[in-house]
């Protein structure tokens, strides 16, 4: 059967696919991108933040289109379905099956329902079809969240914290090293808790066990709680070479009170102390934070400790959201300070000044010579896209574009001459 699939979301989700198509895969199906031919499409939906969810039902409603040709069988999978599935079933009839992530653990046999074809083997256990690039794979090494911030939903639809076992991620990395993989990003809702639900945390006995493995250039962990960045943890990176000193930390906020709403854990002045660490550690490390803004009782002077605290940091990349209310979180039933349109200008406050901040960052980068991991090529001329150990690859960082005068391979290192900069992106030149 010819498959099309469509993963939305974020890089949690990608895995879910890519493991979701390695099944289908493993039972002789094929993965079509020609959605005109699919008999079957598959949409894994995000149901995180309101917008996300807009984009997960328009493609539901764009891929019933093709009802009208090939196709026979819609599934929509992932948060949407776990969330939202009966009211889906009422709205959507041109869908036939909506799948949650609680039923994963029982995909084939509904699949086999579904499909009509019987589909063998478990959702997990076969080998992953990497989606995007062959280089640099994600390994997502714990599902679930138990920290309750009050405005997130996530554990609502994905549960408490359940940390895979390590043996199975090195068998995972493993195979994904045979496979070409140089990358490994480390994901979870929350990297940095780690085998905490199995009475301790091992995030550091992990990293030793994957920096030893063959093969394997970088280590990139992204999604870390700030004041779980304990000093064990940054020693532990220090000892393994191949971890990037990349610290991918969502702060927030930068004001007590609505952190103590937001429920999270530890005060600005620990957020302070936790990047102070890091950077004693190491010096070049790059910073990359989340903040919200708008949140409920969110007043102007508040918004202010924010911006101060953005330019005191100086953090390397920032991605930052309007508050969006969520049902079943307790912070749905706090009352509202700022009306959309105030929301909307924070935002834009927010991401300006960042904006200044990490053109000032990059722009010292030039005359340096950074080591970058081939992409892509752009066809008919010489010139590559990369990332080098700034860059993470999901669509939030920039990427190195650079010229060469000899034919290189996607998916290995070079050497590049950096010449200049724009806002997020560095421009060079091959070493050669
Ligand atoms: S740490 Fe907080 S924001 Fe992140 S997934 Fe867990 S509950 Fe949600």
Same mark, same amino acid.
């Given at each position: 059967m010819k498959i099309g699939f469509i993963s939305l979301?974020?890089?949690?989700?990608?895995?879910?696919s890519e493991r979701v198509m390695g099944l289908l895969k493993a039972n002789g199906h094929t993965l079509t991108k020609s959605l005109d031919e699919a008999s079957a499409i598959f949409v894994n939906t995000c149901g995180f933040i309101n917008p996300a969810k807009e984009e997960s039902i328009n493609t539901i409603l764009d891929m019933a289109e093709y009802k009208q040709k090939n196709l026979k069988k819609l599934i929509v999978i992932g948060c949407l379905s776990q969330r939202y599935k009966e009211d889906l079933i009422k709205e959507l009839p041109e869908v036939d099956r909506f799948i949650g992530v609680s039923e994963y653990n029982k995909l084939d046999e509904i699949l086999s329902e579904v499909l009509e074809t019987e589909i063998i083997g478990s959702y997990g256990k076969m080998e992953r079809l990497i989606s995007k690039k062959a280089h640099t794979a994600?390994?997502?090494?714990?599902?679930?969240? %138990?920290?309750?911030?009050?405005?997130?939903?996530?554990?609502?639809?994905?549960?408490?914290?359940? %940390?895979?076992?390590?043996?199975?991620?090195?068998l995972e990395a493993q195979h994904l090293i045979l496979r070409g993989v140089?990358? /490994?990003? *480390?994901?979870a809702q929350d990297t940095t808790r780690y085998m905490e639900d199995q009475g301790s945390n091992q995030l550091g006995q992990l990293l030793k066990e994957l920096?030893?493995?063959?093969?394997?250039?970088?280590?990139?962990?992204l999604y870390m709680y700030p004041n779980a960045v304990s000093k064990a943890l940054l020693m532990d990176m220090k000892a393994c070479d191949k971890v990037i000193p990349y610290f991918d930390i969502p702060i927030q906020h930068a004001d007590n009170d609505l952190l103590k709403a937001m429920a999270r854990k530890g005060t600005v002045e620990?957020?302070?102390?936790?990047?102070?660490?890091?950077?004693?550690? $190491?010096?070049?490390?790059?910073?990359?934070?989340? *903040?919200?803004?708008? $949140?409920?009782?969110?007043?102007?002077?508040? $918004?202010?400790? /924010?911006?101060?605290?953005?330019q005191e940091i100086k953090f390397d990349r920032l991605g930052a959201f309007a508050y969006s209310l969520e049902e079943d979180t307790p912070a749905y039933f706090m009352k509202?300070?700022? %009306?959309?349109?105030?929301?909307?200008?924070?935002?834009?406050?927010?991401?300006?000044l960042q904006a200044k901040i990490s053109e000032e960052k990059i722009k010292a980068m030039i005359g340096s010579t950074l080591d970058v991991l081939i992409d892509s090529k752009d066809r008919g001329t010489n010139t590559y896209r990369g990332r080098s150990i700034h860059y993470a690859p999901d669509q939030i960082d920039g990427e190195v574009v650079f010229t060469s005068d000899q034919a290189l391979k996607i998916g290995t290192f070079a050497k590049v001459n950096i010449s200049r900069n724009d806002e997020y992106d560095l421009y060079g030149e091959h070493q050669g």
């Open positions: 979301g974020c890089s949690k989700n990608q895995v879910d994600y390994l997502k090494i714990a599902e679930g969240c %138990s920290n309750r911030c009050t405005y997130c939903a996530i554990p609502l639809i994905r549960g408490p914290l359940n %940390s895979y076992p390590k043996a199975e991620l090195l140089k990358e /490994l990003v *480390l994901i920096n030893a493995l063959p093969g394997l250039k970088w280590i990139r962990i620990d957020i302070r102390q936790v990047i102070h660490e890091i950077r004693e550690v $190491f010096p070049q490390a790059i910073l990359r934070t989340t *903040l919200i803004v708008g $949140f409920p009782g969110e007043i102007q002077k508040q $918004f202010q400790a /924010l911006l101060d605290f953005i509202d300070s700022c %009306s959309e349109t105030e929301k909307q200008e924070r935002l834009l406050q927010v991401m300006d």
